[in-house]
């Protein structure tokens, strides 16, 4: 690989958000790592990619053995240059927290915060032997304020933002930038899923009640931005950008419509066991 092309290393590169930045970012001449659970699905993302500008690492986040060996055999690649991170593997799973199961709970945990926090682990020598490089989070617009029916997933999507939070200020003298993207409802497999009761899809279910629902589209741009710009939160759609001021600003009429939108929709049936 050419010295100078930036190269991002992506987890949950298989499908949705990771998939999008990929080709983004391989649009615009980086070299991508690839890196899921999902064989046949980095496969797909890959022959989405110019010829020679990607490479494919079976990887299990919660595994910091696979970790290694993923970070080891991509920088076989970059010439030893990892210029982004992007620590986006994630799960939704919800319903009312008596009603979880304890292997719900556990697995929400251990991919959607320790599995980022083995990536940034995995990943510090790279990024810090790296000039003007980043470590970007995929948190939610569920980081913002805390969803009814979704407690341990928002709880796992507030602890991603503080992780870059925290980060930021930690990784500031290795000239490492953190940030953190916090999407609204988003069209990927995480709302795909037919909730109970209803042939509705999840998506079809929130642009029937009057919810934003944005296209795939919108991520490869909004990452770029959050990499190269200098806001440590990079809110993604109009839902997320509304949910942040209304969060700051109008707490109180933000829970009153939070509570109404979660007990009438569903959502922790919408997002049950799908990947983002």
Not at 52 to 65: A, E, F, N, Y
Not at 111 to 135: M, P, Q
Request: charged share 20%; glycine share 12%.
């Amino acid at each position: 690989m050419s010295e100078t092309r930036k190269s991002i290393f992506i987890t949950g590169g298989a499908s949705g958000l990771g998939r999008e930045v990929a080709r983004f970012f391989a649009g615009k001449g980086w070299f991508v790592g690839i890196a899921d659970v999902n064989q046949i699905g980095m496969q797909e993302t890959a022959a989405m990619l110019p010829a020679g500008q990607s490479s494919i690492h079976k990887l299990d986040v919660t595994d910091r053995r696979q970790w290694k060996e993923a970070v080891a055999e991509f920088a076989e690649q970059t010439g030893g240059a990892m210029h982004v991170l992007f620590n986006n593997a994630g799960i939704g799973s919800g319903g009312p927290i008596q009603e979880m199961t304890d292997e719900e709970i556990d697995q929400l945990i251990a991919i959607n915060i320790t599995g980022c926090i083995n990536g940034t682990r995995a990943c510090f020598e790279l990024l810090k032997n790296t000039e003007e490089s980043c470590v970007l989070y995929t948190a939610s617009a569920a980081g913002i304020y805390g969803v009814a029916d979704l407690s341990v997933y928002s709880a796992t999507k507030f602890a991603v933002r503080g992780l870059a939070e925290s980060h930021d200020l930690e990784f500031q003298k290795y000239g490492i930038k953190s940030r953190s993207l916090m999407p609204g409802f988003v069209d990927t497999n995480i709302i795909a899923g037919v909730s109970e009761g209803t042939n509705m899809s999840g998506k079809e279910m929130l642009e029937d009640a009057g919810i934003l629902v944005s296209p795939v589209s919108i991520i490869g741009p909004a990452a770029w931005e959050a990499v190269h710009g200098n806001k440590i939160h990079t809110p993604v759609n109009k839902m997320a950008k509304q949910l942040a001021f209304a969060a700051r600003w109008m707490p109180g009429k933000l829970r009153k419509q939070n509570t109404g939108l979660t007990g009438d929709l569903k959502l922790g049936d919408m997002v049950a066991s799908h990947q983002e």
